[in-house]
T-cell receptor, first 109, second 117 residues
Framework: GQNIDQPTEMTATEGAIVQINCTYQTSGFNGLFWYQQHAGEAPTFLSYNVLDGLEEKGRFSSFLSRSKGYSYLLLKELQMKDSASYLCAPMDSNYQLIWGAGTKLIIKP | GAVVSQHPSWVICKSGTSVKIECRSLDFQATTMFWYRQFPKQSLMLMATSNEGSKATYEQGVEKDKFLINHASLTLSTLTVTSAHPEDSSFYIC?????????????FGPGTRLTVL
């Protein structure tokens, strides 16, 4: 079956760094997306990894290891507005995104 | 970046009525659009995949006669919730795939919050 495993909730301090881990199992693989979703809003795109390694984009970086079925999202210099849910979504062989429940990130002053 | 709009943003209706939600890609052509439903504190649930000019592909457990999907053009897909009931109250989100992006990214609309009384 297809499965996504992320922590349900994480707490971090403003200005700090946090890493959100994701392990996945899918039928085939066509890359992995990270989305941010604020409460009551639709998801917004953060990053896409299709090859192994680290992709850096400003304060956010995403890492992928295909052999391990593992990815993480790294958020630096945390701001209060980063409080949201972060969704790890691998794409399967049918080019469909597989969604988990996401990780709710709480930023404290 | 690519923009997807949804209309209406929120809707309240009486039980038994039908509600139509529109999803538009504003600055790109979307051959594929996806319809999701999300209940509070739960993950996105794919309802159906809509391809322009053909019938939608529904996920298991989603009633195609209740959730009518039409994708008549490369920029517009509609979801009609027929004979809505309170249990259909949810956050409905569409997304569209931009072929020109080159890597299958899905761009999401802002969502439609449906409340059925």
């Amino acid at each position: 079956g297809q499965n996504i495993d992320q922590p349900t909730e994480m707490t971090a301090t403003e200005g700090a760094i946090v890493q959100i881990n994701c392990t996945y199992q899918t039928s085939g693989f066509n890359g992995l997306f990270w989305y941010q979703q604020h409460a009551g809003e639709a998801p917004t795109f953060l990053s896409y990894n299709v090859l192994d390694g680290l992709e850096e984009k400003g304060r956010f970086s995403s890492f992928l290891s295909r052999s391990k079925g593992y990815s993480y999202l790294l958020l630096k210099e945390l701001q209060m507005k980063d409080s949201a849910s972060y969704l790890c979504a691998p794409m399967d062989s049918n080019y469909q995104l597989i969604w988990g429940a996401g990780t709710k990130l709480i930023i404290k002053p | 970046g690519a923009v997807v709009s949804q209309h209406p943003s929120w809707v309240i209706c009486k039980s038994g009525t039908s509600v139509k939600i529109e999803c538009r890609s504003l600055d790109f052509q979307a051959t594929t659009m996806f319809w999701y439903r999300q209940f509070p504190k739960q993950s996105l649930m794919l309802m159906a995949t809509s391809n322009e000019g053909s019938k939608a592909t529904y996920e298991q457990g989603v009633e195609k006669d209740k959730f009518l999907i039409n994708h008549a053009s490369l920029t517009l897909s509609t979801l009609t919730v027929t004979s809505a009931h309170p249990e259909d109250s949810s956050f409905y989100i569409c997304s569209a795939r931009d072929l020109a992006s080159g890597y299958n990214e899905q761009f999401f609309g802002p969502g439609t919050r449906l409340t059925v009384l």
